[in-house]
């Protein structure tokens, strides 16, 4: 190598190298500093693009582990109201079991019906105060359950609140089947129509000239009335089973005693079951101008639809079932020119009627929409739609909800729209059923807490079964499908038919323990399918961790620093950069000096 002094080689190369070194201890420290192996793209790119990739999924399962944590909490808010409910119901269960003891007065009984009424609020209270994280969780929310087939062939059918019981008229014969344990009862042959209470436990009908009520308790049929000719649509019974109501050709005295021939007219005539007391009342309408009949649940009061003969008009008639002759409420309700399709009536006396005229403006799309007055006069439109309509309709929960069906959009889930159930109650709107077809078929009747329809389809009577539940669904942070349902059923659906019961008699008191048995044991099956979740969701909780544990494990192995390693190259790197250091001092000074040595001898 040539000497000089115009460029020191031996320095520059040096320089070169000491920049090496320093530039390597600077990445060893940042390494040792940040514990991380790559802190940039520059010092591993390929691992940094996996590292990233590992980082996102570990991340996304620790969500997913937290979501389920929070499902956990959720099922078991549900799971506490579902005991406490559970203790309610046993309760009530040792009142009825108490007021069906025959040794008790009237005045007992009401005693234990006032303790019944507050544990049944309180249960119902649970369902509505009962929040996590603000949702209702036991109110539910629009869902089907299903549409399962009841039995094969067409006509008419009741289903009861607990939906265990199921009667239904084949041909001309009357049949009762327990839905739980498939038995079949047959009543009675050759039936023109009949009328089932809410509890199913009391079947009111005509048959031979005669009308009967079928007790299901004592498994026995009494006559009624005998020797009458039964109009169409003039047969109710109320929906605690007390009363049965006709429309027929022949009146009766407060003793049962015909009063007047047939003549052409309708007579209204009410029977307690509970007493045999009856009242009658002549009408001045004939079979053809009756449109329908319906009491109270309480059986205190009966409403009418029938044309009158000289405008032509459709009213609603209203009576006190105690005295129909002179306790009138309506003696024609309806304005001029207005359709009333049917009436049904509360147990304080409000008409509800299915109406497509414009009352006092209320329905200016004149469409068929409920309609409620209390006194004739005043009217309150309480579905307010205003194109298709209401397609049935029933006074539910004691007369205090209306449940009905329709295709319009009332509570915004039904876009398409198709047929769907919705519910009203302390003027709260929900959607019962969410089906992308909807309901379908020929509707039938509505059961008495509103949650199930029967209708006819494809040659078979079917259950809709709309009990609400809210539908949890917990992402465990697999995507979609990683995701878990689950589900929470409604206290109206888990404690179904309770509002239907009264122990202040001692019928009453028997009724309401089968009742009550199918609430617990629906309780009983819902927590199971709480149980059920949160066993899954524990296991799935385990592999969430353990999945996160595994994509941590994976990015660790490639950004984290072996410090043993680290420490020692950042050792190497500092003596090898002082090494450096010391013979760049060196290398700076020593081929200059020896060209300036040689240049001195000249």
């Known amino acids: 190598m040539p000497i000089g002094y115009g460029a020191n080689i031996s320095a520059a190369r040096v320089t070169r190298l000491a920049n090496a070194t320093s530039t390597a201890l600077s990445r060893s420290y940042n390494q040792l500093a940040s514990g991380l192996r790559i802190n940039s793209a520059s010092d591993d790119a390929a691992g940094l693009a996996v590292a990233s990739t590992l980082n996102l999924k570990a991340r996304v399962f620790n969500r997913g582990r937290m979501n389920i944590q929070d499902g956990i909490s959720f099922l078991n808010t549900v799971d506490g109201v579902y005991s406490s409910s559970s203790g309610i119901i046993e309760r009530m269960r040792e009142l009825a079991e108490q007021s069906a003891n025959g040794s008790l007065s009237s005045t007992q009984r009401n005693s234990l019906q006032s303790e019944f009424n507050k544990l049944r609020e309180e249960l119902y209270r ?46 001309t014969t009357l049949y009762q089947q ?172 409000a008409l509800y009627v299915l109406s497509d005229a414009n009352l006092v403006g209320e329905n200016p799309n004149n469409v068929a929409n409920i309609i409620k ?37 009332p509570a915004g889930q039904n876009p398409n729209p198709v047929l769907q159930l919705f519910k009203t109650s302390a003027g709260v709107l929900r959607q019962l059923t969410a089906t992308t077809t909807g309901i379908g078929g020929t509707l039938g009747h509505i059961s008495g807490d509103g949650f199930s329809l029967l209708q006819e389809s494809g040659g078979y009577v079917q259950l809709v079964d709309a009990r609400p539940e809210y539908q949890l669904q917990v992402s465990t942070g697999a995507g979609t499908s990683g995701v878990i349902n689950s589900k929470a059923f409604a206290l109206d659906a888990a404690a179904q038919g309770l509002l239907d019961l009264d122990i202040s008699s001692q019928r009453g008191g028997r009724v309401a323990l089968d009742v009550l048995a199918s609430a617990t044991s629906s309780l009983s099956l819902a927590r199971a399918d709480i149980g059920s979740a949160l066993s899954r969701l524990g296991y799935a909780y385990n592999v969430s961790t353990s999945t996160q544990d595994g994509y941590e494990s994976a990015k660790s192995r490639i950004t984290d620093l072996d410090v043993a390693q680290g420490a020692a190259q950042a050792t190497r790197l500092s003596i090898l950069q002082n090494t450096q250091s010391a013979i760049l001092a060196q290398a700076s000074r020593l081929e200059p000096e020896i060209a300036l040595s040689l240049l001195r001898n000249i």
Do not use: C
């Open 178 to 349: 327990n839905l739980d344990t498939g038995a079949v009862k047959q009543i009675a042959t050759s039936v023109a129509s009949f009328v089932v209470d809410d509890t199913g436990s009391r079947v009111g009908y005509g048959a031979n000239s005669n009308v009967y009520s079928y007790d299901r308790l004592t498994g026995t049929s009494t006559t009624v009335f005998s020797a009458i000719a039964i109009d169409e649509y003039g047969l109710a019974i109320s929906g605690d089973g007390s009363k049965l109501a006709i429309i027929s050709d022949t009146a009766y005295t407060g003793a049962g005693i015909k009063y007047g021939a047939s003549d052409g007219f309708s007579h209204l005539s009410v029977a307690d079951l509970n007493t045999g007391t009856i009242t009658g009342d002549n009408l001045t309408f004939t079979y053809s101008q009756i449109q329908s009949l319906s009491l109270s649940h309480n059986g205190n009061y009966v409403v009418l639809v029938a044309k009158d003969g000289a405008v032509g008009e459709i009213d609603a008639y209203s009576f006190r079932t105690n005295d129909l002759v002179n306790k009138s409420l309506n003696g024609g309700w309806g304005p001029s020119g207005a359709s009333i399709t049917s009436a049904q009536i509360d147990n304080s006396g």
């Open 126 to 171: 649970l369902r509505d105060d009962t929040r996590f994280n603000n949702i209702q969780m036991l109110r539910g929310s629009g869902n089907t359950r299903g549409t399962s087939n009841l039995r094969q062939g067409s006509g008419e059918a009741y289903l009861s609140s607990d939906r265990k019981i199921f009667t239904y008229l084949s041909g």
């Open 373 to 409: 007055t209390t006194d004739g006069a005043n009217y309150q439109n309480l579905t307010n739609l205003s194109t298709a309509g209401v397609s049935a309709y029933k006074l539910t929960d004691f007369g205090s909800s209306l449940t009905f069906a329709t295709s319009e959009n």
